[in-house]
């Protein structure tokens, strides 16, 4: 195909749109590629994310150039830095010729964790999302989410009970909109803080007495884990705004207990 017939494929992307409908976010989603993320030890984490990219769109195009965003992940180091991100979204609103845009990386993060008591160490997996956007404005925010799982003990099944409490894993999940650096491993301590007791990859026998009685020392409504992660989250000056979400995947019954806590700290919203 010579540049001239090339040139004379129709770019039905470029034709305009008269529905007056502008299109909040199109792009590309669950694109896999490799990423290096630096560790709170000084160690780097060489995983796989799952990224989503989406631009706005301006009522008056029919569509985005969706080849762009392929060209912007593999124009980079072939393994992604978390320091790229930023550069990357400015290119891809830059290249897509859009006022907004929104990077989303999903991966698995590893931290090294010694069990209580034998301290054997054992790594466990954290799924953390990185969301980088440029809003309405120009304005940029950078997100950090991750769901740390932990041990919920009942407060009301051990207070009625002659002996034991019903307890289960839950998902403690945090959303956290940054001002300035936090280490992930900072934001999962926040979490396993305030669990009835925290997970690990490795127990021996004298680490699973520990947990145990811990969780049974330590008993925890969802309202509880909530309110007692979004007390420490509104005292972290280096976090604008938050959603903590707890879900207790219940060991008595076929369903969840859940609860969310909403807070915009800069305009006085929500909790605290
Ligand atoms: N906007 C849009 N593009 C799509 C859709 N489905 C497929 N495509 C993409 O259209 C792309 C080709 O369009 P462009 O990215 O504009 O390609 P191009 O015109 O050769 O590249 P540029 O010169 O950079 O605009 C292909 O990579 C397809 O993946 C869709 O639903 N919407």
Not at 179 to 194: D, K, Y
Not at 234 to 263: G, Q, W
Request: net charge negative; aromatic share 8%; charged share 25%.
């Amino acid at each position: 195909m010579t540049p001239q017939q090339a040139h004379a494929i129709p770019d039905v992307q470029n034709l305009n749109d008269s529905r007056k409908l502008a299109i909040d976010k199109v792009g590309i989603k669950s694109i896999r590629h490799p990423v290096r993320v630096s560790d709170k030890n000084g160690g780097v984490q060489h995983t796989i994310a799952v990224f989503n990219m989406y631009v706005g769109l301006p009522h008056n195009f029919k569509g985005t150039h969706m080849s762009r965003f392929i060209e912007i992940i593999n124009g980079n180091e072939r393994e992604i830095s978390v320091e790229s991100i930023e550069p990357m979204l400015r290119e891809m609103v830059k290249r897509l010729e859009a006022e907004t845009g929104q990077i989303e990386l999903t991966f698995p993060y590893f931290i090294n964790k010694s069990a209580p008591i034998s301290g054997v160490q054992s790594l466990m997996d954290y799924e953390v999302t990185f969301t980088a956007e440029i809003r309405e404005g120009g304005a940029y925010s950078f997100t950090m989410k991750t769901v740390v799982p932990v041990t919920s003990l009942c407060p009301c099944s051990k207070k009625i009970s002659q002996y034991g409490a019903h307890n289960q894993r839950s998902h403690v999940t945090v959303t956290a909109q940054t001002n300035s650096f936090l280490w992930i491993e900072e934001l999962v301590q926040i979490v396993e803080s305030q669990a009835s007791c925290q997970l690990y990859g490795l127990l021996k026998r004298p680490d699973e007495k520990y947990v145990t009685e811990r969780a049974y020392d330590n008993p925890k409504f969802v309202e509880d884990m909530v309110r007692d992660v979004a007390g420490l989250l509104n005292a972290e000056p280096r976090i604008d705004c938050y959603r903590v979400e707890s879900e207790n995947f219940e060991s008595i019954h076929n369903h969840s207990a859940y609860a969310l806590i909403e807070c915009d700290k800069r305009a006085g919203l929500g909790a605290g």
